[in-house]
Nanobody, 119 residues
């Protein structure tokens, strides 16, 4: 199983950008599909983006071309570049291993990183 540490969150204005990082340890990172999820207050956790072991990628419908996920297996890291941020993107962002076809998470959750977008 892979353990994750997320970082890169912060406070930005509407239209701003952030780059989140997710560093994994404890297992063979390159053998796992990885997903970025987010959870806003009072809402269920939702899948933002997923990247397979061969870097196939899917995004949530709400992303609409604003985000880009990538992975660097040599660094055991997955990134989420977020551009044109909106207040509704405010949430705690997490990464996890997942079943790529369904998006269902398959591992343990880390602490996440808070993203706050001001209007």
């Amino acid at each position: 199983q892979v353990q994750f540490v997320e970082s890169g969150g912060g406070l930005v204005q509407t239209g701003g950008s952030l780059r989140l990082s997710c560093v994994g340890s404890g297992s063979v990172f390159s053998s796992y599909a990885i997903g970025w999820y987010r959870q806003a207050p009072g809402r269920e956790r939702e899948l933002v983006a997923r990247i397979s072991i061969v870097s196939n990628i899917k995004y949530g419908d709400f992303v609409k071309g604003r985000f880009a996920v990538s992975r660097d297996n040599a660094k055991n890291t997955v990134y989420l570049q977020m551009n044109n941020l909106k207040p509704e993107d405010t949430a705690v962002y997490y990464c996890n291993t997942l079943y790529y076809s369904t998006g269902r998470p398959s591992g343990s959750w880390g602490q996440g990183t808070q993203v706050t977008v001001s209007s």
